[in-house]
């Protein structure tokens, strides 16, 4: 019984995957541009960076940026408290 389930949530998640592979779109062909070109135009202006990159990450997403810094330093702080007392 174990087995025929097994063959059968396999079967479905393995149909998923090549369902997902035979609609995928082409690499760098994205389904919406607007924001792509907003960025593009803006970025420099707005937050006087000259790399887009760089001023979505540290201007526009920096709240984002920042929440994920504290959870990155939130679990070094975890991992150190956890494994000091081991010797």
């Known amino acids: 019984m174990k087995k025929i389930i ?3 949530a396999f079967l479905i998640f393995f149909s998923f995957l090549m369902f997902s592979a035979i609609n995928m779109r082409s690499f760098g062909d994205p389904v919406i541009s607007e924001m792509d070109d907003y960025f593009i135009e803006n970025a420099q202006k707005e937050t006087g960076s000259n790399n ?3 001023s979505i990450v ?3 997403r ?3 940026t920042l929440g994920e810094a ?3 330093f939130t679990a070094v702080v ?3 408290a956890l494994f ?3 010797k």
Do not use: S
Request: glycine share 14%; net charge negative; aromatic share 20%.
């Open 70 to 72: 504290t959870v990155l």
């Open 6 to 8: 097994f063959a059968i």
């Open 58 to 60: 540290f201007d526009y």
């Open 84 to 86: 000091r007392g081991v």
């Open 52 to 54: 887009v990159v760089t």
């Open 62 to 64: 920096g709240f984002d």
């Open 78 to 80: 975890g991992v150190v």
